[in-house]
């Protein structure tokens, strides 16, 4: 509660922007996931690796945009690209001649993709997976794991969400290879697809087991489902996904977030064979619409991520960064003895308040008030995370930086050990 009323005394002014948008927006919100208790905070610009609140604070973002944020805010050769594109007009109701060449760029990351069709999110991107594997196998029922998140219309969290597309879902137990393997078995001839994240991201940056993944590999092919990786958090684990780390080959591959560039983004694609199942020049094509699907904004933006900044050494390099800073905080917490520890892959971390492994969303439940008390101390430490304690390195991120976030979880450790 002190930490709570020091942040109101804080942040007047992003309490009054909140007060101004509750009056025609529900609850002041227009993405549920950034509200939280008393009012979030309202983020007035950014640049590079750090972000400045409307009360003039400055934070370190270790958000990154929930992912989609990986190059930084205002990147000089993203930012370019996308300049040169509204000299040419951004609305141009055609094909144009970026999306040919984002589409390449993709489908060479991600040879599992041999084509590959645009949409505006992650959450479109993957019900068109799913409409593509219904009408692929002619079947029904999809099966999805506790804790996962598709989409806003597709999520998985304690009990599902009253806005899920209505689907036959099955929902089986993340990381057990033993229970799933069952659910498969008893509905096989029924199944369309299993769709899963390498690493449940919404869920809490908890990774899957590389067996675990192989052994859906092996029970979808067996019962003539698909197996659709959900890789719109993980692609950035590395060139190519984690797929690529995992040498795994799935029959549909979803993409969103940083791969546009940091504008809106969706893609989903794989084997030729399935995805032609939307060729427009087939009789029975499935259709496939959305306005914005090819705005050059989004093309010219993307094109410039994957060849001028996010190369495959890059990628590389900032994948073994993240699993040092991660090996560094979790050394820390260890070595201070408390319950509390940081789960992912990557730059892609969580942070949680329990020592014992985490393999499933169960295994991460703590009292929630922890979570709470980490972030508003974070906040007003000037380090910038999801409330749920996400944090998504971004590229331009310095080690100074990295290093003055390790020594603020010491502090917070040190203040708030009664509680950990
Ligand atoms: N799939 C995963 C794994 C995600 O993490 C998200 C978003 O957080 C989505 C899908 C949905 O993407 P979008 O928010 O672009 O609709």
Request: charged share 20%; aromatic share 8%; net charge negative.
């Amino acid at each position: 509660a002190r930490a709570r009323a020091a942040y109101v005394a804080r942040n007047p002014r992003s309490a009054e922007i909140h007060a101004e948008a509750a009056a025609v927006m529900p609850g002041g919100n227009t993405r549920s996931v950034l509200f939280y208790d008393p009012f979030p905070l309202a983020i007035a610009r950014g640049e590079g690796a750090f972000i400045w609140d409307a009360d003039g604070h400055r934070y370190l973002d270790l958000l990154g945009e929930f992912t989609a944020g990986l190059y930084g805010h205002s990147n000089p050769a993203v930012r370019a690209a996308i300049d040169s594109a509204l000299d040419g007009g951004i609305n141009l109701g055609g094909h144009n001649l970026l999306e040919p060449k984002l589409a390449r760029l993709v489908c060479d990351r991600f040879p599992a993709m041999d084509s590959v069709r645009f949409t505006n999110s992650g959450t479109e991107a993957n019900l068109m997976a799913i409409a593509l594997a219904k009408a692929a196998t002619g079947r029904g029922t999809i099966l999805v794991f506790h804790g996962a998140y598709h989409g806003g219309v597709l999520s998985f969290g304690g009990g599902g969400s009253p806005v899920n597309v209505p689907h036959h879902f099955i929902v089986a137990p993340y990381n057990d290879t033993e229970g799933t393997l069952a659910l498969i078995a008893r509905h096989g001839p029924d199944l369309a697809a299993v769709v899963v994240e390498p690493m449940l991201g919404a869920g809490g940056c908890i990774p899957a087991r590389p067996d675990f993944l192989h052994a859906l590999r092996d029970a979808t092919a067996d019962a003539g489902a698909l197996l659709i990786f959900d890789e719109v958090m993980t692609s950035r684990t590395s060139a190519g996904g984690r797929q690529a780390l995992l040498g795994l080959t799935p029959d549909l591959t979803t993409l969103g977030k940083y791969i546009g560039g940091g504008m809106s983004f969706g893609a989903f694609g794989g084997r030729a064979a399935l995805m032609a199942m939307f060729d427009p020049r087939r009789p029975d094509a499935l259709p496939h619409a959305g306005t914005f699907n090819n705005n050059v904004l989004t093309m010219a933006a993307g094109i410039a991520g994957l060849t001028e900044v996010f190369t495959p050494e890059i990628a590389e390099r900032h994948r073994e960064r993240g699993e040092a800073v991660r090996g560094q905080l979790n050394a820390l917490c260890r070595q201070q003895g408390v319950a509390m520890q940081f789960t992912g892959l990557g730059s892609l971390m969580n942070a949680h308040f329990t020592a014992a492994p985490i393999e499933d969303p169960a295994g991460a439940a703590c009292d929630n008030r922890l979570r709470d008390l980490f972030f508003f101390d974070m906040a007003e430490a000037g380090f910038y995370l999801a409330r749920r304690g996400l944090a998504a390195l971004m590229l331009p991120l310095t080690d100074a930086e990295l290093d003055g976030f390790r020594n603020a979880v010491a502090r917070f450790i040190e203040a708030r050990r009664p509680f950990l």
